[in-house]
């Protein structure tokens, strides 16, 4: 009889011990409770549209099997082109940051030539009047590339932040857990 009481007594004891350790984790890591507090938030709405982001209804062209049937993502590194070039006519006149996708097309409207003499003169930019039809031209198709690549860097920044995540969830896999919701409230 006083086996059981023992037995009772140890059991109390361990259960406010694990009562007394939930406590202490909720209370040094509480419970996140709205998603604007999170690490990360994705929203899926927010996804570029890219055939690099798949979505779980849409692998295999809409057709889930039976691999796909758990997957609710899945991405690949989308490639990206570079910039055309200018024509070598223009490269010494245009400013910094044609390459970016961002970037704006900005020339020098003047600049310095030597001439046979060895004499500096000041040269326009429309001085030869074919530079100006090159530039146009050369800035349509600047931003032909724009358009065409604006979606593939899109999707590599969110390629790039979910690997980010990716690698955080493999080092720090007890303190970061990765959720997946759907619904409405």
């Given at each position: 009889m006083a086996e059981k009481a023992d037995n009772?007594?140890?059991?109390?004891?361990?259960?406010?011990?694990?009562?007394?350790?939930k406590a202490y984790v909720e209370l040094k890591y509480p419970p996140i409770r709205n998603i604007s507090q999170q690490l990360g938030v994705l929203w899926l709405d927010d996804l570029p549209p890219h055939p690099s982001i798949e979505m779980g209804e849409n692998i295999d062209g809409?057709?889930?099997n039976d691999v796909d049937s758990n997957v609710a993502l899945r991405l690949n590194r989308p490639r990206t082109t570079e910039c055309p070039r200018p024509p070598a006519e223009l490269s010494e006149w245009l400013k910094p940051g044609w390459r970016d996708i961002d970037g704006e097309v900005d020339f020098h409207p003047t600049r310095n030539r030597v001439n046979a003499d060895g004499h500096t003169r000041v040269?326009?930019?429309?001085?030869?009047?074919?530079?100006?039809t090159l530039l146009n031209?050369?800035?349509?198709?600047?931003?032909?590339?724009?358009?065409?690549?604006?979606?593939?860097?899109?999707?590599?920044?969110?390629?790039?932040?979910v690997y980010e995540w990716f690698g955080a969830i493999e080092r720090e896999g007890e303190r970061i857990e990765l959720l997946v919701g759907d619904g409405l409230v």
């Amino acid at each position: 009889m006083a086996e059981k009481a023992d037995n009772r007594d140890i059991g109390q004891r361990v259960s406010k011990l694990f009562e007394f350790l939930k406590a202490y984790v909720e209370l040094k890591y509480p419970p996140i409770r709205n998603i604007s507090q999170q690490l990360g938030v994705l929203w899926l709405d927010d996804l570029p549209p890219h055939p690099s982001i798949e979505m779980g209804e849409n692998i295999d062209g809409g057709v889930i099997n039976d691999v796909d049937s758990n997957v609710a993502l899945r991405l690949n590194r989308p490639r990206t082109t570079e910039c055309p070039r200018p024509p070598a006519e223009l490269s010494e006149w245009l400013k910094p940051g044609w390459r970016d996708i961002d970037g704006e097309v900005d020339f020098h409207p003047t600049r310095n030539r030597v001439n046979a003499d060895g004499h500096t003169r000041v040269e326009a930019f429309d001085y030869d009047r074919g530079r100006p039809t090159l530039l146009n031209a050369w800035r349509q198709q600047r931003d032909q590339w724009v358009s065409n690549e604006r979606p593939a860097r899109e999707a590599l920044k969110f390629f790039q932040q979910v690997y980010e995540w990716f690698g955080a969830i493999e080092r720090e896999g007890e303190r970061i857990e990765l959720l997946v919701g759907d619904g409405l409230v």
